[in-house]
């Protein structure tokens, strides 16, 4: 639906903005393509024109040189409300018309483009519970609203028309912390059913580290500092500035970004706590496993082949060998066991982050990772250390 | 000590109003007439000086500047100052009502459209409303009640100024006025008077309402349901 599928959506070249009277320009030589179908943040301290880029894109702030190009097409050609038609646009401040009904501010563009009035209403409907408010929100005013509904109808205007692009300036910090969570979760949720071109310009980094395929960071003065996808600015910061930008904790959010299934986890074998240490180990070894799994069979009375039930005990392979040359091979592997570190089952669309929190809770310096399959498999600590090299 | 009831001495005279109804009638008709017309050309020279105003922002304190001085000359005065440029009659009343009004209108429109919320305007921007279709669904209801404010000022402004209006030859309840104290008789002065401010606080009442009901959207404010 009108982006060009896998083409450039918005295609910035060589973008300078000159305020009259400002010492500086506020966007110097930005160059910057955004990917049909993905959503950009454009991030960066205050003054560092992205709000500014952001507006020259629908032509509110018009560019002292440059081009941008929409879809393949110089936009500076078209008439300028005709261009805006084509974009949506969601500010900070929301900007819904008090004077009209939730109804008659979301119909604005489709009104404006000429469509019938049925099928304002029923794109009206649609996208009332698109965006999750209620039938009967469209019949009222928007200042008998919540914020967050607000912000709601604010999307809802600006996706009426059905445009490929979408613009937000500072869509969330406005509302609390807590709503502005789940609008951000609503985004996401919205644009996997969507897929629009969204540039989206935010002051605050984790929003855009969570919302955006890529991040732009800016830097004073409008110069472009990098642009990548958010794993690799966090792995690779071109420089003191991006990585100041980005703040400590680089690699604890690197782990927010990815999932368990991302992750090499290595097999492991399941034994029966009465199972003596020897045979576990040579269990292992015939796997090529280097952890063990402890099932407790005394849960449940199957009489199945494979040890199956609740896992006790996690055990690497190393130790247990160890053990075995110990007195009398060490006795059974059930033996021992500390019922306080139970280990931990992990999902594999958990975000890492969560997998490590479940690694260092169990404190068996693995988890095992839920699977539908009898084979077991674990990710370890030097598994995730691997994963965000 | 009892008062005696004679046609000098009583405020009012009924027996003077009740034979004078018909007179009461067409001042009436007169007084309307010469405040709606006064405010429908004040209203309508005020719109394009405030859109020029609006416009072009420079142009604002000249155009308030003469809209002050034109309000703050005496009404007695101006009306004596056109008699000798336009003589006695309607037009002479109407040039100098319509220039009262307009400081009033200008500065009640430019405040009602500065008053609208930049990031609304910005939105309409963003929407792609064209310049004019901005102005006409966006800033002028939600200027209407600012603008409002001023037309209710303004009237009960003119239909004051229009009994003095009486002194260059129109009718209107000044000429109950004029009559009384030519005659130094009471009555027509005091039902002159009372029937101007009745008049005011009608219209005034009326474009209330009106207001209110051209503003459904202000009535349901602050969420409470």
């Known amino acids: 639906m009108g982006a060009a599928d896998g083409g450039i959506a918005v295609s910035i070249r060589d973008l300078t903005k000159r305020y009259p009277g400002a010492p500086g320009p506020a966007v110097q030589e930005l160059s910057l393509d955004v990917a049909a179908g993905e959503v950009v943040a454009l991030v960066g301290p205050s003054g560092c024109g992205k709000t500014t880029t952001l507006k020259m894109i629908n032509r509110l702030i018009e560019p002292t040189s440059g081009t941008i190009q929409v879809l393949g097409r110089d936009q500076a050609a078209l008439p300028v409300h005709e261009l805006r038609r084509s974009i949506g646009y969601v500010i900070q ?96 949720a919205l644009q996997a059913k969507v897929g629009k071109t969204i540039v989206i310009v935010t002051h605050d980094i984790d929003e855009a580290i969570k919302l955006g395929d890529r991040v732009a960071i800016l830097a004073q003065g409008g110069v472009l500092a990098q642009y990548d996808t958010p794993d690799e600015l966090l792995r690779a910061p071109a420089d003191e500035f991006v990585a100041a930008f980005l703040g400590r904790e680089r690699s604890l959010r690197r782990l927010g970004l990815r999932r368990a299934d991302d992750v090499r986890a290595e097999p492991a074998v399941a034994v029966a706590p009465t ?115 | 000590m009892v008062a005696q009831a004679s046609r000098r001495d009583t405020l009012v005279s009924w027996g003077w109003v009740a034979e004078h109804l018909d007179d009461v009638w067409s001042r009436t008709v007169e007084h309307v007439q010469l405040t709606v017309v006064a405010l429908a050309l004040g209203f309508a020279l005020s719109s394009a000086l405030a859109a020029l105003a609006v416009r072009h922002r420079r142009t604002f304190a000249p155009i308030t500047w003469i809209g002050s001085i034109l309000y703050t000359i005496p009404s007695v005065a101006l009306f004596g100052m056109l008699i000798p440029v336009t003589g006695l009659g309607f037009w002479t009343a109407e040039i100098a009502l319509v ?60 239909i004051g100024l229009v009994t003095v209006a009486a ?24 039902v002159g008077a009372v029937l101007s401010v009745l008049l005011a606080a009608a219209v005034d009442a009326g474009l209330a309402c009106a207001e209110r009901a051209l503003t459904p959207w202000a009535r349901r404010r602050g969420g409470a349901r």
């Open chain 2, 99 to 158: 220039s009262y009004t307009i400081l009033i209108f200008v500065r009640n429109i430019v405040a009602g459209i500065d008053g609208v919320p930049a990031p609304v305007v910005e939105a309409a921007d963003a929407m792609g409303y064209t310049r004019w279709q901005r102005l006409r669904s966006v800033e002028l209801p939600l200027a209407l009640p600012t603008i409002v404010a001023g037309l209710r000022i303004a009237a009960v402004t003119v």
């Open chain 2, 167 to 190: 002194v260059v030859g129109n009718g209107g309840y000044g000429a109950f006025i004029l009559d009384g104290l030519d005659r130094d008789f009471p009555t027509p002065i005091v």
């Open chain 1, 93 to 188: 401040q929301i900007g819904l018309f008090p004077h009209r009904t939730v109804a008659a501010n979301i119909g604005v563009v489709p009104g404006l483009l000429g469509w019938p009035k049925a099928r304002i209403a029923e794109r009206v409907a649609e996208l009332l519970a698109l965006v999750g408010l209620p039938a009967d929100a469209g019949g009222r005013y928007p200042s008998e609203l919540s914020g967050g509904q607000q912000q709601r109808v604010g999307v809802a205007r600006a996706l009426a028309a059905d445009p490929p692009i979408l613009l937000m300036d500072e869509p969330y910090s406005a509302v609390d912390p807590l709503v502005r969570g789940r609008l951000q979760d609503d985004l996401l």
């Open chain 1, 275 to 389: 199972a003596s240490v020897a045979e576990a180990v040579d269990a292992a070894d015939a796997m090529g496993a280097a952890w063990v799994v402890v099932v407790d069979r005394s849960a449940d009375d199957r009489p199945a082949p494979a040890p199956d039930g609740p896992p006790v005990g996690l055990l690497a392979v190393a130790d247990l060998r160890h053990r075995s040359r110990g007195e009398s091979g060490g006795g059974a592997v059930g033996e021992g066991l500390d019922p306080e570190r139970r280990p931990a089952v992990v999902d594999p669309t958990w975000p890492l982050r969560e997998v490590l929190d479940a690694v260092l809770r169990s404190g068996c310096g693995a988890a095992l990772v839920a699977t539908p399959s009898p084979a077991r498999c674990v990710i370890t600590l030097d598994a995730l250390a691997e994963a965000l090299r």
